[in-house]
């Protein structure tokens, strides 16, 4: 199993996030907290599960993304690194 290191951006967003769902429903605002952070476990048993993104900057090679589970539109950006 990998770990998964969150860049305090990252949590910041999250945050901004849950915050933002929040306004309209507090309920799906939990259950995105709890969706994603179930999809970071899960990438760091499966972490080359994402697709690989394809970027023209030689300091994105090797990203990936994947979406939080039930919330297509959300991604997250990772790379593994061993």
């Given at each position: 199993?990998?770990?998964?290191?969150?860049?305090?951006?990252?949590?910041?967003?999250?945050i901004d996030l849950?915050?933002?769902?929040?306004?309209?429903n507090l309920d799906v605002s939990d259950r995105f907290l709890?969706?994603?952070?179930?999809t970071f476990k899960q990438l760091?048993?499966?972490p080359a599960m994402g697709k690989i993104c394809q970027f023209s900057h030689p300091n994105l090679t090797d990203i990936r993304q994947q979406s939080i589970k039930?919330?297509?539109k959300y991604l997250i950006f990772y790379r593994i690194f061993e």
């Open positions: 199993m990998f770990e998964i290191k969150k860049r305090p951006q990252v949590i910041r967003d999250l849950a915050t933002y769902i929040a306004e309209d709890i969706a994603a952070e179930t760091a048993k499966t039930g919330f297509r």
